[in-house]
Every structure is written in C-alpha cells, then in structure tokens.
C-alpha cells in the first residue's frame, strides 16, 4: 500500500507490537512453557527423565511468577511494573530454559530426584552466563 504524503507511519504500518501484545506475548510462552513441562513430567514417560531437568531450572523463574501474581493480586496497584516484568524477565527465562535443556542431555544422575536438583543448580550457572555474555 504506497504511503500518502503527510501520513504518519503508525506501529500497525510498521508491523510493531504494542506493549501490551508484548507482554501478552511473553506471559503466554512463560506460563505455557512451564505447563508443558509440568505436562511432560507426569504424563510423558520416555521424557520424563530430560523434563525434570528442566523443570528443576525453571523453578526459580515460577516460583517468583508466582509471587509477584500473589502479590499483585493481595494489594493491587496500579500503573505498577508487573506487566512489565514478563518481558524484562523474558531473556533470563530464555536462557534458564535453555540452559536446563542443555543440562538435561547429561545422562547421570539417573534418579529423578537428583536430575531435579541438577536442573536447579543449572539456573544460576545459565543466568551467570547471560551476564558475563551480555
């Protein structure tokens, strides 16, 4: 569609998302990772063993979702930050997922518990990473 003279380009024309799709947008992979693997966990057997790893990686990341939704929802403010925070949190998600399914390729420990316990120790050392590259 040629551009008229004296038009603005608008995001639309730009193909720009808004911050609120933005935010959408992060909130739906975050959560819906999560649920993946928690689905992949106690319903999928053959990977159950490579899905703990990552669960035990992403469990900080949840645990301060959680929180922070807790928070919100006890004492609402508004124009807060929580929004916000979805998409800033976005890459350390990123890079703990990741860094979880990395880890999940290293075949010992074999017991579940101890496979947890290697995807939370991943965590740290995947967002320690993201610092120093960043």
Known sequence: MPRQAG???S???LGVMSDIQLTIAAA???IGLAVLVLLVVFF???FRHRAIVVLGAITPAIAV???VAYSQFIDPTSGSMVAAGWVMGFAAYAVIFVGGALMSLIPRPTNL???YLL????????VGLLVLIA
Not at 119 to 126: C, H, Y
Request: glycine content about 8%; hydrophobic content about 35%.
């Open 113 to 115: 518990y101890g496979r």
């Open 44 to 46: 999928v057997k053959p």
């Open 28 to 30: 739906t992979v975050e």
């Open 7 to 9: 038009s603005r380009l």
């Open 11 to 13: 995001s639309q024309t």
């Open 65 to 67: 979702m959680i929180q």
């Open 119 to 126: 995807g939370l120790a991943s965590a740290p050392m995947s």
